[in-house]
């Protein structure tokens, strides 16, 4: 009884660790894992696997009067259940991608506010809208920009910043 609880509690350390570590815990094993059978033997199909055969052991052993050998059995089966589901469910959700994170470039044309002023040739910050989203970005002129002006992007100069021009009314 003890062995079975033993490999359930394991397994389920496995797990966590593996959706903690993420993929930490596949590189430790160099590779080996790695398409193998299609992510059928990844760490947490296996985790699953050995979590199902240690309880389901251990509750056909504690629940029915049959031997070690037909609680394994058991256990077996509920371990390539569990592990089973584990792997359909993991390619559901890998296959669930979002769209394309938007880049810098995608903010050129684009019209925003100033919220900081920005000095000639010195940053301050702009609000734009990058699908729907406002983005606070630091923002650099040729030309001072108060306050509450309008802006137009015109180039990304980094992740976090941008070259506007002011918007001429």
């Keep these: 009884m003890n062995w079975f609880v033993g490999l359930g509690i394991a397994g389920l350390v496995l797990l966590v660790l ?4 993420d993929g930490i815990l596949e590189g430790l094993f160099g590779g080996v894992l790695d398409g193998l059978f299609d992510g059928l033997l990844s760490l947490p199909v296996i985790a699953g696997f050995v979590s ?25 089966v509920a371990g390539v259940a569990a592990g089973w589901l584990t792997w359909k469910f993991s390619r559901a959700l890998m296959r669930d991608q979002g769209d394309a994170a938007p880049r810098g470039g995608d903010l050129v ?16 910050e702009v609000l734009v809208y990058l699908a729907g989203q406002p983005l606070k970005l630091a923002a650099k002129c040729p030309v ?22 002011p918007v001429e009314h």
Excluded at 109 to 124: D, F, K
Excluded at 154 to 163: F, R, W
């Design 18 to 21: 593996s959706l903690i570590f």
């Design 52 to 76: 199902m055969l240690g309880f389901g052991g251990a509750i056909a052993l504690g629940t029915t009067g049959m031997g070690v050998t037909g609680a394994t059995a058991i256990g077996v």
């Design 109 to 124: 044309g684009s019209s925003g506010s100033v919220v900081t002023a920005i000095p000639a040739e010195g940053y301050g």
């Design 144 to 165: 001072p920009v108060a306050r509450g002006a309008e802006v137009w992007v015109e180039s990304a100069l980094s992740a976090t910043s941008v070259a506007v021009r």
